[in-house]
């Protein structure tokens, strides 16, 4: 299930539009079912991208080269703790 949602927001980030993920049982009852994920109806570039395709590459390589080499997951951000959203000094 945690799949279908990634690839879900997936889709959205690069600008496809995803329908027809839920089918209802009978025209009289509100109930619904999941539809399989192969048969969704899905348009291309039904929006604008939040991120393009270029970028959207890069990060996978990225995500990729992560996931390939240990001391990399392990890599602190170098401005990690550095900065402070201004609601949480209220708290």
């Known amino acids: 299930?945690?799949?279908?949602?990634?690839?879900?927001?997936?889709?959205m980030l690069k600008g496809t539009s995803a329908q027809g993920r839920r089918m209802k049982i009978?025209?009289?009852v509100k109930k619904s079912v999941p539809v399989p994920y192969e048969e969704w109806q899905r348009t291309p570039n039904a929006h604008e991208p939040i991120i393009s395709q270029e970028l959207w590459d890069k990060a996978q390589i990225h995500k990729q080269a992560g996931a390939l080499d240990?001391?990399?997951?392990?890599d602190?951000?170098?401005?990690?703790?550095?900065t402070q959203a201004?609601?949480?000094k209220l708290l």
């Open 1 to 11: 299930m945690q799949d279908i949602v990634t690839e879900t927001i997936n889709t």
């Open 26 to 28: 009978n025209c009289r």
């Open 70 to 74: 240990p001391a990399l997951q392990n």
């Open 76 to 82: 602190i951000c170098p401005i990690s703790q550095k």
């Open 86 to 88: 201004h609601l949480c």
